[in-house]
T-cell receptor
Framework: ETGVTQTPRHLVMGMTNKKSLKCEQH?????MYWYKQSAKKPLELMFVYNFKEQTENNSVPSRFSPECPNSSHLFLHLHTLQPEDSALYLCASSQEGGANVLTFGAGSRLTVL | GQNIDQPTEMTATEGAIVQINCTYQ??????LFWYQQHAGEAPTFLSY????GLEEKGRFSSFLSRSKGYSYLLLKELQMKDSASYLC??????????FGAGTTVTVRA
């Protein structure tokens, strides 16, 4: 596989469930990101990891918990979410330095009932 | 936060030209990006401008004026497959990247 792969592509969960989103990049990049995309709104940066270390937490509620076990994998653990958390969650990776272009995954479409 | 504005929607005819404007107000500047996102798919990188002027890449061109806080993406010889959302993103002086809400372009036959 190449690029950035996200699973699952679609997820429906209740407010009391616990689930996880997974992201894997095969590009040898050293930075990984979680973004939230809601309809008609700008992409919102949630978390940044650089060389497995979290370098940014953009005031995200604690019901979202990221995990980066190595520079190729990134998880977003979800628990006690709210209906307003329903959105497309995009993972991206980049190579720090230069233009630092982001390569995105196709996203995980989350619906919270 | 940063302020990035782009039109919500644009419609054009196949074979025509469309220009998508993006204006921004940021603290410092370290580059402007354009991404294309088809419905249900990942955003993909189109162009990067850090110096003033026009960058041409096939049917797509991107222009930047740092003094005016302004960029545009020019799509020439429109094809049906160009129907997508186009995202403008700006990196500020702290190297933080902020996105606009995107412009949905619809190409009609």
């Amino acid at each position: 596989e190449t690029g950035v792969t996200q699973t699952p592509r679609h997820l429906v969960m209740g407010m009391t469930n616990k689930k996880s989103l997974k992201c894997e990049q095969h590009l040898g990049h050293n930075a990984m990101y979680w973004y939230k995309q809601s309809a008609k709104k700008p992409l919102e940066l949630m978390f940044v990891y650089n060389f497995k270390e979290q370098t940014e937490n953009n005031s995200v509620p604690s019901r979202f918990s990221p995990e980066c076990p190595n520079s190729s994998h990134l998880f977003l653990h979800l628990h006690t979410l709210q209906p307003e958390d329903s959105a497309l969650y995009l993972c991206a990776s980049s190579q720090e330095g230069g233009a630092n272009v982001l390569t995105f995954g196709a996203g995980s479409r989350l619906t919270v009932l | 936060g940063q302020n990035i504005d782009q039109p919500t929607e644009m419609t054009a005819t196949e074979g025509a030209i469309v220009q998508i404007n993006c204006t921004y107000q940021t603290s410092g500047f370290n580059g402007l990006f354009w991404y294309q996102q088809h419905a249900g798919e990942a955003p993909t990188f189109l162009s990067y401008n850090v110096l003033d002027g026009l960058e041409e890449k096939g049917r797509f061109s991107s222009f930047l004026s740092r003094s005016k806080g302004y960029s545009y993406l020019l799509l020439k010889e429109l094809q049906m497959k160009d129907s997508a959302s186009y995202l403008c993103a700006v990196r500020d002086g702290d190297y933080k990247l902020s996105f606009g809400a995107g412009t949905t372009v619809t190409v009609r036959a």
